[in-house]
Structures are given as structure tokens and as C-alpha cells.
């Protein structure tokens, strides 16, 4: 099968076969640009008004910001990224969904004063974290701008959003939230290192392939657009027998117990940190057994879940585990970590589990990760997955208890490493902490981990859909991941 031919194999289930883009605009908008979603960012279409998919950026300052200089900076971000500038709409007669991006940036910060913001910070309670910082960061993962008053996708919005809040005298934060679709955790990363320079005034307009883009007024290709030749092909019956083979195998997953699996949902954040050496030894211990640090975090998890049924050791439960890997560096032509857009890719794996210790699980879990995307399934599985997730969209019935949840975790091939060059700039802009993550209370795993490694100490920022997990539950299973992580990290 061709390439070409491959490509619109892929997105036809979703109805994204490319029109020209001035079929798609209107007299009033002649500088703008358009293209059709494909076949992953259609999935986060369909899932953010659910509630999965909406990606928040936080920057806690100590310095207030100069609200104008900000301003300017976010407007910077947009022209050299032309998809921050993009608006996602919605052709109702066709249900795709198109990025229009229009020429000029247009982003306008949304300030809240401190006593707005201390109504979004509340009082103490047992359910919400102790962290001022990180009650806002909640806030944010559930303010949705891609619904409307039905609870579906709004026609026509704006992919980036910005908001200013202060939340003490001394204290400022600044958050950026973003359509998954235009984001993914490369693209965030990206940003977040690239905001405090454009404040600072250390970037410079005019070079580079991304302002060439702006120029052109264009966002960039979607991923099915960019596997090499022959990466993604899959015999029609093989495609077949493995979307029946998902399906299936969905009805024998385990799952961290329920807790309510009927009352509106949202997403909720706990934190799991390790201090320096307890994340040195884990570390030295994922490399001397040949593993990544996403195989031991999704093993502890699994050993914790299962943990907590107390059940006897042989018998076992299976769970599945979905790992997320960064594709920009394979794609066809490469791309690199500031080309913004969401370039990722899933691979899902079920591990039976039932007493195991950390690093044989660790090592089980990663090598069928390992072996996974060394056979391309990272590609050849992408249109499977993502018709699944839309399936389950629609029918949350055929998930157990209508939860939408299709694994267990789900962790990210590589952490976030902070290096010494963003440590500088984030002293210069007054940066005392941050956090970047993304909702999970329509479909998706009981446990989203968004892995930092900052000044050599492992940070999780865990997500979870609440109250189908109750607070008091994930941070149980938090703490008895940390330890089973802790102890596995003196055998080494």
C-alpha cells in the first residue's frame, strides 16, 4: 500500500480527508489559514469536552509580572507557533473538525484578583491538595472551553488561553491552558522553557523553520501525515483482528476499585516526590537492569492496585498500561521539541501481576513496551487505538461500570529533566515552582503520571478522575508506590 493511499486509509473512519482550505473560510476571514484535524488530534477533539485532553501549564512567581510585557511574550509564542493561534471548528454537517488560523496573534490574558482567587483556593479540606498552587492548577484542568452549555464541542474556539492570578501579596501565578490536540507534554515542555525567555527578552523574532511557517500562515502536518513509508502498514484483517483483540481483552482488565462511579466527574492531582537519593538509586537501578524509569513507575503502580485487593499471591490480575512515547524524532521529515502540535503516540500493554517483585515486573513491563514499538506498533496501532477511545466515548457501557477508563496508568516513555540553563532564567522571572499536566475524567486511565526530574529529585504529578477515585485512595496507593519504588531502589 502507498503511502499516500496508507495516509487516508487511517483518517477515513473520522472523516478527515483534506479539503482546500479556502472551501473552509468565510469572506471575513481572508489572512487565514485551515487544515483538517487528523486521525489522533480528531480523537482529543471528540474526548476533551468530556473532560480528557485539556493541557495546563502553571508558573508560580514571586516577582509580579509586568502584565503588558506578558502579554507581548504570549503574542510572541503565537507568531512563531501558528498553531497557538489556531481556533478549533467544528463542521456540524460533517462532524470534522478543522484548525483555522488566522494570521495576526490574538491572545488576551484573563487577570483574577486575590480575592477571586482566594475563593478558587477555598479552605482546607481533605479533598483538595494543601498546596494553594496546586488547588488553582485543579481549577484549571476543569475549566473547559471546548464545551458548550450541551456538553459538546464548542463551533468555534480558540486552542490557547491564558490567565493571571494573584494569590497573595507575595505570590503570582501564571497559566496557560491548551487544547491537547495542539499540545502534547514535548510541545509543553517547550513552552514552559520558552515563556520566561520570551520575558526576559532573550528571544529574538525572525529565524528559524517555524517562523517561516508563520509566514505561510500554516500549522504543521498531523502525525498520520508524517510516519515514514511503510511504518503504519497493516493487512485490513490484522487491523480487524486487533481492534476485536482490544476490545475483548478491555473486558478482562483490573482496575483500581471504584469508589463512585456515578456522580459527575473531575480531575483531581496528587503528588508522589522522591528526594535526591532515593531518585539516584532508582535511577542507577532501571539502568544496570536495562530499563527505562516509565517500566519501574508502571510497575509499582500495578504492584500497589494490586496490593490493595489483598489478595493472595497466586491469584493474579491483569493490567493494562499505557505508554505514551514522543515520535518527533522518526517522523518523516524529523522534527524537534519546539515544533508544537501533539506528536506522541500510545502503546497499550496488559502485564498479568500478583507478587511479583518491583524489578521483575519493571523489566516484564518495559520490554513489552520495548518490543511493542520496535515492531511499529506505536504506529501501526495508532488508527486502533483512537477509534477505540472514540468508541468509548460514545458507549461508556461497554467500559467497566461506564467508567471510560481503558487501563490502569499511564506514563510517559521519558521524564522531564530540568537542566541548569532553565534554572538560571527561572530565577532572573522570580519562577519558584511549576507544573504541566492534563485531565483524565472522560476517557482514560485511573492514573495519569506527569514524571519531572528538578534538581535531581524524582516529581509525579499524578491526575486522577474524581470521585470515581476518592483522594484518601490514590494518595494510599501514592504512598505505597513510593515506598515499593524506595525499597527497590537499595537492590541494586
Not at 55 to 82: E, W
Not at 165 to 187: E, G
Request: overall charge neutral; glycine content about 6%; proline content about 5%.
Amino acid at each position: 500500500m502507498g503511502k499516500n493511499t496508507h495516509k487516508l486509509a487511517i483518517c477515513k473512519q473520522h472523516s478527515t480527508t483534506r479539503v482546500k482550505s479556502a472551501a473552509l473560510l468565510p469572506p471575513s476571514m481572508p489572512e487565514s489559514a485551515a487544515r483538517s484535524v487528523g486521525g489522533t488530534e480528531y480523537s482529543w477533539c471528540r474526548s476533551v469536552p468530556s473532560g480528557t485532553g485539556i493541557t495546563v501549564l502553571g508558573l508560580l512567581l514571586s516577582k509580579s509580572p509586568d502584565v503588558s510585557l506578558l502579554q507581548t511574550a504570549l503574542r510572541s509564542l503565537q507568531n512563531s507557533h501558528p498553531i497557538l493561534r489556531s481556533r478549533l471548528r467544528l463542521d456540524a454537517s460533517t462532524n470534522t473538525f478543522h484548525f483555522i488560523t488566522p494570521r495576526d496573534p490574538h491572545i488576551q490574558i484573563t487577570p483574577f484578583d486575590l480575592q477571586y482567587t482566594s475563593r478558587i483556593i477555598g479552605s482546607e479540606s481533605n479533598d483538595r491538595p494543601s498546596s494553594p498552587f496546586l488547588r488553582i492548577l485543579e481549577y484549571e484542568l476543569n475549566r473547559n472551553s471546548w464545551r458548550d452549555h450541551s456538553g459538546s464541542m464548542s463551533a468555534d474556539t480558540d486552542v490557547f488561553h491564558a490567565s493571571l492570578y494573584t494569590v497573595s501579596d507575595q505570590q503570582w501565578a501564571v497559566f496557560l491552558r491548551l487544547h491537547t490536540s495542539a499540545c502534547d507534554r514535548t510541545a509543553a515542555v517547550a513552552l514552559l522553557k520558552e515563556l520566561p525567555e520570551r520575558v526576559g527578552g532573550r528571544v529574538k523574532e525572525g529565524k528559524g523553520t517555524e517562523m517561516e511557517l508563520e509566514r505561510k500562515g500554516k500549522v504543521r502536518l498531523a502525525i498520520e501525515d508524517l510516519i515514514p513509508e511503510g511504518k503504519a502498514n497493516k493487512p485490513f484483517w490484522t487491523r480487524g483482528l486487533d481492534v476485536l483483540g482490544y476490545s475483548l481483552n478491555s473486558f478482562r482488565f483490573s482496575n483500581l476499585n471504584f469508589v463512585d462511579a456515578h456522580s459527575p466527574r473531575s480531575s483531581k492531582v496528587a503528588k508522589m516526590q522522591l528526594d535526591r537519593d532515593e531518585t539516584e538509586r532508582l535511577i542507577v537501578g532501571c539502568k544496570s537492569r536495562g530499563i527505562k524509569l516509565c517500566g519501574a513507575l508502571a510497575a509499582a503502580a500495578m504492584i500497589a492496585s494490586w496490593a490493595s485487593k489483598q489478595r493472595p499471591d497466586f491469584e493474579k490480575e491483569k493490567y493494562a498500561v499505557v505508554t505514551l512515547t514522543d515520535c518527533r524524532s522518526i517522523l518523516d521529515p524529523i522534527l524537534n521539541g519546539n515544533d508544537l502540535g501533539f506528536y506522541h503516540s500510545a502503546i497499550l500493554n496488559t502485564h498479568d501481576v500478583g507478587g511479583e517483585t518491583l524489578w521483575e515486573l519493571a523489566r516484564r513491563s518495559y520490554m513489552a513496551f520495548e518490543n511493542a514499538k520496535n515492531c511499529n506498533k506505536h504506529f501501526t496501532d495508532m488508527s486502533d487505538l483512537n477509534y477505540l477511545m472514540c468508541k468509548a466515548i460514545d458507549s461508556p457501557g461497554l467500559t467497566p461500570s461506564s467508567s471510560l477508563r481503558t487501563a490502569l496508568v499511564s506514563v510517559f516513555e521519558d521524564p522531564v529533566i530540568q537542566d541548569s540553563e532553565s534554572d538560571k532564567m527561572h530565577q532572573e522571572v522570580g519562577l519558584e515552582d511549576y507544573e504541566g499536566c492534563s485531565s483524565v475524567h472522560g476517557v482514560g486511565p485511573s492514573i495519569a503520571i506527569f514524571d519531572t526530574i528538578r534538581n535531581g529529585m524524582l516529581n509525579c504529578t499524578c491526575v486522577y478522575p474524581s470521585p470515581l477515585h476518592s483522594r484518601e485512595q490514590v494518595l494510599k496507593l501514592l504512598d505505597h508506590m513510593k515506598k515499593i519504588l524506595v525499597d527497590a531502589g537499595h537492590i541494586n
